[in-house]
């Protein structure tokens, strides 16, 4: 059975399932067995002030998703609205592959995967942003 490998930094902090896990003054490598655990770098998230854009407010989303403070059903919709309409700005082939990959990841009920994928189209929005503002 294969799983999730999260290399963590000293005293960095994940959310798994819902609980705050810090880890100890050393790195750590820990291997997540559960299929479909709910898993979030403390670090890697979102400030719900800092979602002013369509991209972080998909993946804020998500996070909520993660953190146990939206159904699963409720946020799929959302998540898949979102998705729909970045897909109206994103055209080019790598973004359309990473909003394929979040898409699918939704479906499978892997919203780690859905975030890992939107997560990186943050700097391509920001440039589109750059050269539209």
């Known amino acids: 059975m294969s799983g999730l490998i999260l290399k963590l930094a ?14 100890g003054d050393r790195r750590a490598r820990i291997s997540v067995k559960t299929p479909h655990a709910n898993i979030l770098r403390l670090r890697d998230a979102i ?3 800092d979602a ?24 799929r919709k959302n998540l898949l609205s979102g998705i729909e309409q970045l897909t109206q700005v994103f055209e080019d082939r790598d973004s359309r592959h990473l909003l394929g990959d979040a ?4 479906i499978e009920n892997n919203f780690y995967r859905a975030l890992r994928a939107l997560r990186d189209l943050l700097p391509r929005e920001a440039r589109l942003l750059a050269v539209r503002g």
Not at 10 to 23: D, M, Q, S
């Open 47 to 49: 400030h719900p002030d």
């Open 10 to 23: 000293p005293n960095e902090r994940i959310l798994i399932n819902g609980a705050v896990i810090e880890n």
């Open 103 to 106: 898409t699918e990841g939704i």
């Open 52 to 75: 002013t854009t369509p991209v972080s407010r998909v993946c804020y989303e998500v996070q909520l998703i993660l953190s146990g403070d939206r159904a699963i059903e409720d946020g």
